[in-house]
Structures are given as C-alpha cells and as structure tokens.
T-cell receptor
C-alpha cells in the first residue's frame, strides 16, 4: 500500500512567523516530491518540487528532503495571510502521483 | 504559455445520466492524468494517458473511462452517474521530459449529481 501522510491541521501561525509543514511517504524507492498549494474552491498550484536529499529554496519557501527517513517538509518563512490555504504533499511512486490529504494553514494577521 | 484548460467548469446532472469532461494540456505536454477530489477522500487518482495510451489506472469502477487524442487532449466519461460521483474533477498535464515530471493542474470541473 503506497501512502503519503500529512497532519491535517489546522495549523495556525502569526503573520511573519515560519510555518512548517510535514509529510511522510511509504515507498523508499520514490524519486520526486512535490508541494502544492490549494486555495478554497480552486485547483492545486505547484509551489516547488525536490528530488535530491537536502534543502531547496525558492523565495520564502524551502523544501527539505530526507530519503533515509522518508520525510519531506515545506517551510514558509515570513508567513503572510495570503499563504492561508491547504498544502498538499505529493510523491511520484512508480510513475504515479500519490497525494496526501493536505494540511490546512491559517496565517493570523 | 497557456495553462491546462478544462471544460465545462460546472455541471449538474441527474442520477443515471452520463457525462463527458474535457481537458487540454499545456502545449507540448503529452501526459494527462485525471483525479477526483472530494472533501472526505482528498485527491484520488483516476487514470493517466500518454500518447493516446492509458498507462496507469486507479481503483475506480468501470463506469469511469477516458481517452486521449493525437493532439494530447483528453476526455473522461462517467456513465450511470451516482450521487457519490459529485466531486471536483481535476486534470493535470506533464511533459515527462523534466527530471521531476511535475504535474500542472487545470481549474477543474465541478460535477454535481442530483
């Protein structure tokens, strides 16, 4: 059973703080990992992807991958109210995407 | 470059009817995947097409089918609609030429079955 797990939240952080979103996956052979942001009533939007161990930074977003622990995370620095959304973790396992159920993030002004 | 487009955006159907949804991928993308999203189940994979061939299929009944045309546009069909088929249906395209094979989603079709 291939699974991707996320804490459903809700996660609340004050404006300007760092939001940390976590994801674990079951298939040790997985090669690529993705974070999507989904606003209520909208479709998922790709934020970033990572396929090498370590950190990958893009603006205020940092993805962290630890394949040994089968763990991927997303850090959002200087969180803004516009970051309030559901964040979906996705893993490409065997040429098929598996999605977590998402973590709801609220940034409080 | 234009994004993924889906038509129609909203649809209301009655139980027992059938429905066809359409998806046009990003230009140059040859892989199209379909997902069903409901509040209770999250994003569930339906199937993926590449070069007019179904490569992967999720755990959905045979009432759900799809196809892809030579221009990479894809359609999915749901026959004998049930109330539980009410959901947001999302299409995602991928070029399969980049290292991560990332997927980009269209705006979705909101299907309501009454």
């Amino acid at each position: 059973q291939k699974e991707v797990e996320q804490n459903s939240g809700p996660l609340s952080v004050p404006e300007g703080a760092i939001a940390s979103l976590n994801c674990t996956y079951s298939d040790r052979g997985s090669q690529s990992f993705f974070w999507y942001r989904q606003y209520s009533g909208k479709s998922p939007e790709l934020i970033m992807f990572i396929y090498s161990n370590g950190d990958k930074e893009d603006g205020r977003f940092t993805a962290q991958l630890n394949k040994a622990s089968q763990y991927v995370s997303l850090l959002i620095r200087d969180s803004q109210p516009s970051d309030s959304a559901t964040y979906l973790c996705a893993v490409n396992m065997g040429n098929q995407f598996y999605f977590g159920t998402g973590t709801s993030l609220t940034v409080i002004p | 470059k234009a994004g993924v487009t889906q038509t129609p955006r909203y649809l209301i159907k009655t139980r027992g009817q059938q429905v066809t949804l359409s998806c046009s991928p990003i230009s140059g993308h040859r892989s199209v995947s379909w997902y069903q999203q409901t509040p209770g189940q999250g994003l569930q994979f339906l199937f993926e097409y590449f070069s007019e061939t179904q490569r992967n299929k999720g755990n959905f009944p045979g009432r759900f089918s799809g196809r892809q045309f030579s221009n990479s546009r894809s359609e999915m069909n749901v026959s004998t609609l049930e109330l539980g088929d009410s959901a947001l249906y999302l299409c995602a395209s991928s070029s399969l030429t980049s290292g991560a094979n990332e997927q980009y989603f269209g705006p979705g079709t909101r299907l309501t079955v009454t």
